[in-house]
């Protein structure tokens, strides 16, 4: 097993916009780990929810799939026949080092390079946005969960990982501290911690979590809960109820 290349990219870079490039690709595997509080949880999650809702048969959607942790967490969850993984993610680095980490999945994997707004989602049991749907412009955000409902079966589900902020400025503020002290602890410096953060301004956009459900529901999914958060990450879980 190849040994995880350590994220330094922010002792070195300075004041440019974060973009998913061959840099990142390198060190993402690290970087994500040490950067999301509770990120392996949920990927483990993720496998459990895939055993749980897979049907045969149908199509399994990792959008946004980087270097595919989460998509080898579908296909090691899945319990049913004739299931086939599309990962999809608009990187060439990142797509080019997923298509190797997918290799050994014990369920068939297709990957797409393309922008996830671009693409027809059809007989889906199971969507995962891990992390992904912050990087989509706000005001694009609703028509992309739509057309994920349209594509899904009943009795299907959405998982929807994100960064998120808090309405409270108190709030905002204790969780903006607490996040900083995680990284921190995972060996990141002061200065690190700062580049990172301003390269990430106006790229990844969070919201509060009760907005998130808002536009769920307004996505046509019938249910939706928060079923886990670690200080200002979380994960959601919609559903397109059985008829």
Not at 99 to 110: A, C, D, E, G, R
Not at 133 to 140: G, N, R, T, V, Y
Not at 220 to 240: I, P, R
Request: proline residues 2%.
């Amino acid at each position: 097993m190849s040994q995880v290349a350590k994220d330094i990219l922010f002792t070195q870079k300075v004041g440019d916009p974060f973009t998913f490039d061959a840099d990142v690709s390198k060190v993402f595997e690290d970087m994500i780990q040490r950067s999301v509080p509770g990120y392996g949880l949920t990927l483990q999650m993720i496998s459990v929810i895939a055993g749980l809702y897979a049907q045969e048969n149908s199509k399994l959607y990792d959008l946004g799939c980087s270097l595919g942790a989460s998509t080898l967490a579908l296909a090691h969850g899945v319990k049913v026949q004739g299931c086939e993984i599309v990962g999809v993610d608009n990187s060439q680095a990142m797509l080019e080092r997923c298509t190797k980490n997918v290799l050994q999945s014990p369920v068939s994997v297709i990957l797409q390079q393309d922008d996830i707004q671009n693409i027809k989602l059809e007989d889906a049991s199971v969507v995962v946005l891990n992390f992904t749907l912050q990087f989509i412009a706000k005001e694009e955000r609703l028509v992309l969960l739509k057309r994920i409902y349209a594509g899904m079966r009943h009795g299907g589900v959405l998982i929807l990982s994100e960064k998120v902020s808090f309405s409270d400025e108190c709030e905002q503020e204790n969780h903006i501290v607490l996040h900083e002290a995680f990284k921190k602890a995972q060996g990141y410096s002061e200065l690190e911690v700062s580049r990172k953060r301003q390269s990430l301004e106006n790229v990844l956009i969070p919201e509060p979590i009760s907005a998130h459900h808002a536009r769920l529901q307004a996505s046509g999914f019938e249910q939706s809960q928060t079923w886990f958060q670690c200080f200002n990450f979380v994960s959601m879980l919609a559903y397109k109820i059985e008829k």
